[in-house]
């Protein structure tokens, strides 16, 4: 089992920089393709990056590539979303997921869930 926590989330400018932390406890993080998913109000839980198990590939909405980086440290158990360049629409609760065998940006397919953390960005 995997469990996630968000932090870093809060009040930016717009054209500001944010970063996202999801800390993971369980033997098996390792093992776990790793995402971030948002979802704004009236809207549908989105994609937003994803990163294998061991951290070599990464993949990105293409509303988000350019400016957002995701990371993660195995033997610290993290997950990191490097978010720059912000504007109003990235403004939505930000959620970690984990999974053993997802589709990396589905998320219907992934098995754990942290519980969000909340990102405003201000114009």
């Known amino acids: 089992q995997v469990q996630l926590a968000e932090s870093g989330g809060g009040l930016v400018q717009a054209g500001g920089s944010l970063r996202l932390f999801c800390a993971a406890s369980?033997?098996?993080?390792?093992?776990?393709?790793m995402g971030w998913f948002r979802q704004a109000p009236g809207k549908e839980r989105e994609f937003v990056a994803a990163t294998s198990a061991s951290g070599s590939t990464a993949y990105y909405a293409d509303s988000v590539k350019g400016r957002f980086t995701i990371s993660r440290d195995n033997a610290k158990k993290t997950v990191l979303l490097e978010m720059n360049s912000l504007n109003a629409e990235d403004t939505a609760i930000y959620y970690c997921?984990?999974?053993?065998?997802?589709?990396?940006?589905?998320?219907?397919?992934?098995?754990?869930w942290g519980q969000g953390t909340q990102v405003t960005v201000s114009s």
């Open positions: 369980g033997r098996t993080f390792s093992t776990h393709a």
């Open positions: 997921a984990a999974g053993s065998l997802p589709s990396l940006r589905s998320a219907a397919t992934y098995t754990y």
